[in-house]
Nanobody, 123 residues
Framework: QLQFVESGGGSVQAGGSLRLSCTGSGFALIHYSMAWFRQAPGEEPVRISCINNINGGTTYADSVKGRFTISRDDANNMVYLQMNNLQPEDTAVYLC????????????????WGQGAQVTVSS
């Protein structure tokens, strides 16, 4: 099963920035569309951004559009999420995962959830 390792979380004040990183454990991300989800306490993970492996096309949830940027560096087997103008409602555990059928709305995750990266934003 595919496994992912996230890093780069932390605690910031509202308006601050963080960059999250994700890599695959023992496999190449280049073969997959990749997505970032976030999970608030007591809730299911929600997809917030995706980048496909064909032409680098991206999608964003309305809640993060204009503030977050997803990118990938296939040469170094990494996917990133640059988060700017963070707000308290962005507080969550952030998880990266492969997507089974690109970045379409019906695409499901492919692989196991990792430990995630905790992001905490204070007002």
């Amino acid at each position: 099963q595919l496994q992912f390792v996230e890093s780069g979380g932390g605690s910031v004040q509202a308006g601050g920035s963080l960059r999250l990183s994700c890599t695959g454990s023992g496999f190449a991300l280049i073969h997959y569309s990749m997505a970032w989800f976030r999970q608030a306490p007591g809730e299911e993970p929600v997809r917030i951004s995706c980048i496909n492996n064909i032409n680098g096309g991206t999608t964003y949830a309305d809640s993060v559009k204009g503030r977050f940027t997803i990118s990938r560096d296939d040469a170094n087997n990494m996917v990133y999420l640059q988060m700017n103008n963070l707000q308290p409602e962005d507080t969550a555990v952030y998880l990266c995962v492969a997507m089974g059928r690109g970045c379409g709305v019906i695409s499901q995750k492919y692989g196991d959830w990792g430990q995630g990266a905790q992001v905490t934003v204070s007002s």
